[in-house]
């Protein structure tokens, strides 16, 4: 069954924890299509030991599927990956997940004006809130904890 989400990706499913499964490949980063851009892992099996962190660290967007005959991982989804994120390397005990270098990552990230867009969009929360009244000098809200900071 695939229902589509107003303003978010596509559901495809739930994979085998139950999880909501998204097509997030036919979203963009920053105005690039997301197919044009290799930030996503890749197994490699002679390392893999099969322990499954990756498979059960990658919640949000669901990269992975899991082969149980097998008993490894599968990269079912690679443009679900975020791009930047690699907790999933991180976590592995046998360094199996490989993920481009820092440096294609800058490319696409340069070229997107990723940095400036983030700083524009800031602002204009800013000036939304400034004028709820929810933001003054020298304070910032934490929205999940409802906690003022000054």
Not at 45 to 74: A, L, N, S
Not at 126 to 141: A, D, F, P, S
Request: with cysteine; glycine share 8%.
């Amino acid at each position: 069954m695939v229902i589509r989400m107003s303003g978010d990706a596509l559901i495809i499913g739930k994979d085998v924890l139950g999880r909501t499964v998204k097509d997030f490949s036919r979203m963009k980063w920053w105005g690039i299509e997301r197919k044009e851009i290799p930030w996503y892992p890749r197994i490699d099996y002679e390392r893999c030991i099969g322990c499954g962190i990756c498979f059960m660290t990658c919640g949000g967007r669901v990269v992975y599927d899991w082969d149980f005959e097998k008993m490894r991982p599968i990269i079912a989804r690679p443009y679900n990956c975020m791009v930047g994120c690699d907790t999933c390397a991180k976590m592995c005990p046998r360094d199996a997940i490989i993920f481009p270098h820092i440096g294609v990552l800058r490319k696409y990230r340069d070229e997107a004006l990723v940095v400036a867009k983030s700083r524009r969009k800031l602002e204009e929360i800013r000036k939304k809130l400034q004028k709820k009244g929810k933001v003054g000098e020298g304070q910032y809200i934490c929205p999940e904890t409802r906690r003022e900071k000054r």
